[in-house]
């Protein structure tokens, strides 16, 4: 499958334009449509009683809630401009939308209709209002489509031209695999690694993940499956993005909460310490 509708979530962050370049070469090799989304949530005070000043009276209250939107919508009218101009630049087809209400629910609702979105990872320099710190995974859980997060940190021009697929078997993980051939390119390096608990032996033992590196080699790709043991005193997360640096991948791809969500949270995982420490762009599936 091709990518042929793209969006991307935008604001006002410095990030935004690392975002929506990565966005214009995704859309200009796949000849796609490329959507501009920006909820206005996302472009709130993270502090939004401070920037209301702390408790007005109840009868400024409204007036202050008014003026703290239409800087939003400005700011939103500002992005829509520039990301139209970056359109006609680069010769891509595409359009704008922004939207009220909880940005989670209107990046879900907007990525269910199309190949794949790009979202940035949470930057904690640049915080989101509360009720949007869990955009990411909220999205990731509820829009059934394919995520590209894109870190807080570096440079990204191209991706899918050296590519580590994390395999596990699972669901998730074979859905990233499948969504992750829209992304790869045919002259692609990829990897397949498998993480093994510490104490694992590999003696005698087939290579985990063959099979699905096999299936990918069929697509036209080359494809190389490696086993790692992990060591007991860092998280698989560390493991794959020092597996990454090693390959100088530019693109990870994985499945995202194999166990249950608020598991995840609640005794931690490799989707959130993923979320919060990846240092390349992340495909990620549910």
């Known amino acids: 499958m091709r990518l042929k509708d793209l969006l991307v979530v935008l604001d006002t962050t410095p990030r935004s ?45 409204q007036a202050a809630v008014d003026e703290v939107q239409a800087k939003a919508s400005e700011a939103a ?40 979105t790009l979202l940035g990872q949470p930057d904690p320099e640049h915080p989101l209002p509360p009720s949007a710190r869990g955009m990411v995974a909220d999205t990731l859980m509820t829009a059934g489509r394919p995520l590209l997060v894109i870190p807080y940190a570096g440079s990204f021009p191209s991706i899918g031209r050296s590519v580590l697929i994390a395999w596990t078997e699972t669901r998730e993980a074979a859905r990233a695999a499948s969504d992750a051939l829209a992304l790869i390119d045919p002259t692609a390096s990829v990897t397949v690694l498998t993480i093994s608990p510490p104490g694992s032996g590999s003696a005698g033992v087939a290579v985990p993940g063959a099979e699905i ?20 005193t860092i ?37 959130r ?14």
């Open 235 to 271: 998280s698989d997360a560390d493991v794959l993005l020092s597996y990454a640096a090693d390959l100088g991948a530019d693109l990870l791809v994985m499945g995202g909460y194999g166990h249950a969500r608020v598991r995840e949270l609640a005794l931690g995982g490799m989707t």
């Open 17 to 61: 334009d690392v975002r929506l370049a990565l966005a214009l070469d995704l859309a200009r090799r796949n000849d796609a449509h490329l959507t501009g989304l920006c909820p206005l949530e996302l472009l709130l005070p993270s502090d939004l009683g401070f920037a209301l000043g702390g408790y007005p009276e109840v009868m400024a209250l």
């Open 273 to 286: 310490d993923m979320l919060r420490h990846m240092t390349l762009p992340v495909l990620i599936s549910h």
């Open 213 to 232: 590196a096999a299936h990918l080699a069929r697509h036209g790709l080359t494809v190389s499956a490696a086993t790692t043991v992990r060591d007991a």
């Open 77 to 116: 009218q500002g992005l829509e401009a520039r990301f139209r101009e970056a359109l006609r630049r680069e010769g891509v087809a595409g359009d704008w939308r922004t939207a009220d209400g909880p940005a989670a629910e209107a990046v879900a609702f907007n990525a269910r209709h199309a190949d794949l």
